[in-house]
């Protein structure tokens, strides 16, 4: 797909998500969590299910220009929307993750030492299995002391697709409670195996 065809996606796929969480009535538990993230000079993680990524960028949308928000991503053609999307909240970046595992790793460890970043992580990401975290998100909070919160929420009435995620887009005027969270990290590593 060229260049022009995922800005032009992008476009569309930005504004729906954006009507779709403006007409919705969102409430959101934790968002000092959040403005500790984008007020620290120090570097964070915010993870989310891969599933649960629709509302992310109306979410985080409103403090791009206050910090360097840095996502995660696939580098398979799937994602080259989302990167658009991400791109049309400037200065936020993207980091396009491989096969070469370590690699990908090395280069959000660079991204988090740098200072003044928040990673956006999905660990469960980017195929699966469904909400089974990874260890690449506590390896990176290790080598580098970066804090990681979780972003997660639920809705009144959503749309779920059939695919490995379990991608879920909140229906129009539904309620939207969001919790964002500052968990111990044994308690996430305790879900490594669960």
């Not at 979410?59 to 080259?80: E, H, Q």
């Not at 200072?115 to 299995?129: C, N």
């Not at 290790?142 to 749309?159: D, E, H, Y």
């Amino acid at each position: 797909m060229s260049s022009f065809k995922n800005r032009l996606l992008a476009f569309f796929a930005n504004g729906i998500m954006r009507l779709i969480v403006k007409s919705c009535h969102v409430d959101i538990s934790g968002i000092e969590y959040l403005h500790q993230a984008v007020n620290s000079p120090n570097s964070s993680i915010i993870s989310f299910w891969h599933g649960s990524m629709f509302i992310v960028p109306a979410l985080l949308g409103p403090y791009a220009k206050k910090t360097n928000f840095v996502a995660c991503i696939s580098k398979s053609r799937d994602a080259d929307v989302l990167e658009q999307v991400i791109y049309r909240y400037p200065p936020s970046t993207c980091i396009r993750i491989g096969k070469a595992r370590a690699a990908g790793l090395l280069e959000m460890i660079r991204e988090v030492e740098k200072g003044g970043r928040i990673l956006l992580v999905t660990p469960d990401g980017p195929k699966g299995p469904h909400q089974v975290i990874k260890e690449g998100m506590l390896e990176i909070s290790k080598k580098t002391g970066a804090p990681i919160f979780t972003l997660s929420w639920n809705c009144s009435s959503v749309f779920k697709l059939p695919t490995w995620d379990k991608f879920q887009i909140p229906r129009p005027f539904s309620k939207i409670q969001v919790i964002i969270s500052y968990p111990d990290p044994a308690e996430i590593a305790s879900g490594l195996n669960a």
